[in-house]
């Protein structure tokens, strides 16, 4: 049975007792294997997977290259988070001191469930785990360096947070991804709405690249990326998915001065503020 097809199923992951365990979600209680329940209130989330590599398209929607006045791709780019980015639902989402633009993307995250190389497009979906919601966070202050490979804007600590949980059964193809922001949808697009679909996605990387279990792809963003501030909740949902929750919180800037500072340019704010953005006078 391929990951499109019914019935639906969701696995979540938590710290209880000191100990990650899997859980499946029944209401407003988790179900843990022995049978006993936890509150999902109360539940310490990790992240639904542990991956040996966090691959990301660049622009992938529509809507987000209209924004950008991007030409059209005849083939995608992508590009790495390191596995420390991995965060979970309700993780805290860290902006350095002296950084302003820290940006949410919300995304469909596609974890894989088997070894995958040199597979067809048609037969993708049946090598997955399933999908979760994801949220490609970046610190758009570092936009000036790094040369397109965005390793210090994307891939700083926890800023992949995934989950709450991987579902399978839920045709993702139908699906309406939707980002909120203090409680007002910022972000909205059907998954159609891909540039490259999914198993398009899977497909090419996998031509030469290895996808083994528990990789995560994120799938690109909507329009309408834009900076998040200290205590601001953010959340991600994606129909038949769930709503992935986290909160934004500030640690002090590093304590050693090397290397690239942020900065506040028009190349910055052009990417961080999207079509909000109005090009400064020249100095």
């Known amino acids: 049975m391929s990951v499109l097809e019914g019935p639906r199923e969701e696995w979540r992951r938590i710290l209880h007792e000191g100990q990650p365990k899997w859980v499946k979600p029944d209401r407003d209680r988790l179900i843990l294997g022995d049978g006993r329940e936890v509150a999902?209130?109360?539940?310490?989330?990790?992240?639904?997977?542990?991956?040996s590599k966090i691959l990301c398209i660049h622009l992938n929607y529509e809507s987000r290259r209209v924004e950008f006045r991007a030409p059209?791709?005849?083939?995608?780019?992508?590009?790495?988070?390191?596995?420390?980015a991995l965060n979970s639902h309700r993780g805290s989402l860290i902006r350095p001191s002296g950084t302003k633009y820290l940006n949410y993307e919300g995304e469909v995250a596609v974890i894989i469930g088997k070894p995958m190389r040199n597979v067809a497009r048609e037969d993708t979906w049946n090598y997955l785990a399933g999908f979760a919601p994801g949220n490609d966070v970046g610190n758009q202050d570092?936009?000036?360096?790094?040369?397109?490979?965005?390793?210090?804007?994307?891939?700083?600590?926890?800023?992949?947070p995934i989950g709450p949980g991987?579902?399978?059964?839920?045709?993702i193809r139908k699906a309406?991804?939707?980002?909120?922001?203090?409680?007002?949808?910022?972000?909205?697009?059907?998954?159609?709405?891909?540039?490259?679909?999914?198993?398009?996605?899977l497909a090419d990387l996998c031509r030469f690249i290895t996808l083994l279990p528990g990789d995560v792809i994120m799938s690109g963003t909507p329009k309408n990326s834009r900076p998040m501030n200290v205590g601001d909740l953010v959340?991600?949902?994606?129909?038949?998915?769930?709503?992935?929750?986290?909160?934004?919180a500030e640690a002090p800037a590093p304590q050693?001065?090397?290397g690239h500072q942020p900065t506040d340019t028009d190349a910055v704010r052009r990417v961080a503020l999207g079509s909000d953005w109005v090009r400064s006078e020249p100095r």
């Open 40 to 51: 999902e209130a109360e539940a310490t989330y990790l992240p639904p997977c542990e991956p």
């Open 72 to 84: 059209q791709q005849e083939t995608p780019t992508y590009f790495q988070k390191p596995i420390t």
């Open 142 to 160: 570092f936009r000036d360096t790094d040369a397109g490979s965005m390793l210090r804007v994307k891939g700083m600590d926890g800023f992949c």
């Open 166 to 171: 991987i579902v399978s059964g839920v045709d």
């Open 176 to 201: 309406t991804l939707r980002t909120y922001l203090n409680g007002k949808v910022v972000q909205e697009g059907a998954i159609s709405e891909m540039i490259f679909p999914i198993d398009y996605i």
């Open 235 to 248: 959340e991600v949902e994606v129909t038949g998915l769930g709503r992935l929750s986290n909160r934004v």
């Open 256 to 258: 050693h001065k090397v």
